[in-house]
């Protein structure tokens, strides 16, 4: 067994994570689900997700037979909402393919929808007790910095070779538990000891070998991706009122926000009276424009510029399915992103009467 095994195997006996929810299951849906929701989310928001989540859906099959837009009101305030879209497909996939039997090697989970090599990997250890090796975020951190190696985890050497210290670090011996808690001590270790700021060196079961804290490298390693500024887009959206009712629009998918719901959105510099009576045959009264929201998205940043506009013909409004006339109240719980959310809450729902209405 390697050193790095042997201590790690050890030290979760001792301090690691026993009693999350999808611990307690081999259930490959459920440990599929559960590490879905957990790519680059917290542990802690997890948890409340993953209960509704198995509560309105406890197998792969209610999954699959769900809509999609019951998919992703539970999703809402996760994020990251591709993850809920390949989730559903995903879930249709092994019902339509596999007879509703989740696939039970990393090579065949890998080829599902939104499932990662290290996804993969982790259904395949916790489900059917595999030895394959897993290599997320916190996991580069911890091998980048033990083996002290240098570069951005994100380029493809950096990455191949810390795949490769990844895999002879793996317990010869896996049986009776142990490739389960190995595996569980690397990600209770990245995320309670080797964490991204203010590692706690001096009780991480590792640190008499570890390169970058004898070379005093820690804070160095990982090498930070490189900077380049985000590129920033801005839009307009359109928080139409009739009577109590705001509209909202389902975005196509694929796309930003694919398939959740949001106010419509147009682009800066357009006439949005205009744009009201020609796309949406509706007319306005002049629009009152509210504070801008900023969104950071992986690859760019969003500003948005709300309107709030009151309608004033009634007789000729939007027919097609891709739009609602909803309560405010009522479109919180539907999928809609974090800040169209807020949007919501602060226009409408926060005390004070919205303004010009
Ligand atoms: S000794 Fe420090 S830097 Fe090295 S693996 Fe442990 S926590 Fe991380």
């Not at 050890?10 to 957990?38: C, F, N, T, V």
């Not at 998919?71 to 994020?79: A, E, H, K, M, N």
């Not at 019902?95 to 090599?117: A, D, N, S, V």
């Amino acid at each position: 067994m390697s050193i790095v095994s042997e201590r790690l195997i050890i030290w979760h006996g001792q301090h690691g994570r026993h009693h999350l929810p999808w611990q307690k299951s081999r259930d490959p849906y459920a440990i599929w689900l559960s590490e879905i929701m957990l790519q680059q989310t917290q542990v802690n928001t997890v948890i409340p997700y993953y209960a509704r989540f198995m509560q309105e859906f406890p197998t792969i099959d209610s999954l699959a037979q769900a809509s999609l837009d019951t998919v992703l009101s539970l999703w809402s305030g996760l994020g990251y909402y591709s993850r809920a879209r390949n989730l559903h497909i995903t879930a249709r996939e092994v019902m339509h393919y596999y007879q509703g039997q989740f696939p039970c090697t990393r090579e065949t989970i890998q080829k599902l929808p939104g499932i990662g090599r290290s996804t993969a990997a982790a259904i395949a250890v916790f489900s059917f007790g595999q030895r394959e090796a897993i290599l997320d975020g916190n996991v580069k951190r911890i091998f980048a910095r033990y083996y002290g190696i240098s570069g951005y985890p994100g380029e493809n050497k950096t990455q191949n070779l810390l795949w490769k210290k990844a895999e002879e670090s793996l317990p010869v011996h896996y049986h009776n538990g142990k490739i389960e808690a190995y595996t569980q001590a690397l990600m209770d270790l990245g995320a309670s000891v080797c964490t991204r700021h203010a590692p706690r060196c001096k009780i991480c079961p590792l640190q008499s070998e570890c390169v970058a804290l004898k070379e005093d490298r820690v804070n160095q390693v990982p090498t930070a991706k490189p900077r380049r500024p985000l590129p920033q887009k801005e839009a307009i959206f359109l928080l139409l009122m009739e009577r109590h009712n705001i509209l909202l629009e389902q975005r196509p998918s694929p796309g930003i926000w694919g398939g959740l719901w949001c106010p419509p959105e147009i682009g800066v510099g357009i006439d949005v009276i205009n744009h009201c009576q020609r796309n949406l045959n509706i007319e306005v009264k002049a629009p009152i424009k509210l504070p801008t929201l900023d969104h950071q998205f992986t690859h760019f940043k969003l500003r948005i510029h709300p309107q709030l506009l009151q309608v004033t013909s009634s007789d000729s409004l939007i027919t097609l399915s891709k739009f609602i006339w909803t309560k405010p109240m009522n479109a919180l719980a539907k999928g809609i992103p974090a800040p169209v959310r807020k949007l919501i809450k602060q226009t409408f729902l926060s005390g004070h009467s919205s303004p010009g209405i």
